[in-house]
């Protein structure tokens, strides 16, 4: 791990994202020997502006952050820090200081899970064709994603890779819904993957 920051008395920034969610979880700020700690330790330690010392993150309360690999920026004044967070970040208890939830997020896909979940919850099937297919149950759900397989098999066999795409789309959507229906989310599949990769 070679970090090249200016050598300074100066504080400087410290990002600390989880290495898995990749979210941010909490800024902290370093100097030349908390960075040294935090590298022989394999815990993060910052110097604390308000205590005037250096500080492990979780010296008191058992939440250490795990340290994964650092990085430092272009201008060698900012460190990104990624670690295995073992437990809350904020003081308050809170995954983040930013009172997030520490969850895997898939931009766009993780938003459309979101809408899939609200459109079951408030469902009116006549507005809705989610809302329709959890009506009508697993069974239905899961041939409609069979149907889908089918198709994009199809079409991966043709050389119109739009209509390949669009297909792909389909699978994807009422794949997701499925999972729903089954009372999972993407982030179950993604952990059974992760643990085959082991």
């Not at 609200?118 to 809302?131: G, P």
Request: proline share 2%; charged share 30%.
């Amino acid at each position: 791990m070679e970090v090249n920051i200016k050598n300074t008395d100066d504080l400087i920034p410290a990002i600390i994202q989880d290495s898995e969610t990749k979210n941010v979880l909490m800024l902290g700020y370093m100097n030349m020997e908390s960075l040294r700690k935090t590298i022989e330790t394999q815990k993060v330690t910052f110097f604390s502006r308000s205590k005037q010392r250096l500080w492990t993150k979780g010296e008191e309360s058992g939440n250490f952050l795990n340290l994964v690999d650092i990085k430092n920026d272009c201008d060698g004044d900012t460190l990104l820090i990624r670690v295995k967070p073992a437990g809350p970040t904020c003081h308050t208890g809170k995954d983040t200081c930013w009172q997030e939830e520490n969850k895997a997020n898939y931009g766009f896909i993780s938003n459309l899970e979101d809408t899939i979940k609200k459109r079951r919850e408030n469902a009116d099937s006549e507005k809705s064709y989610v809302a329709s297919l959890f009506e009508k149950g697993i069974n239905k759900i899961a041939q409609k994603v069979g149907e889908e397989a089918v198709e994009v098999v199809i079409e991966a066999k043709d050389d119109n890779d739009e209509l390949f795409l669009s297909e792909s789309a389909d699978l994807l959507f009422h794949y997701l819904i499925l999972l729903q229906a089954k009372g999972f989310q993407l982030d179950d599949v993604v952990a059974v993957l992760k643990q085959r990769q082991k």
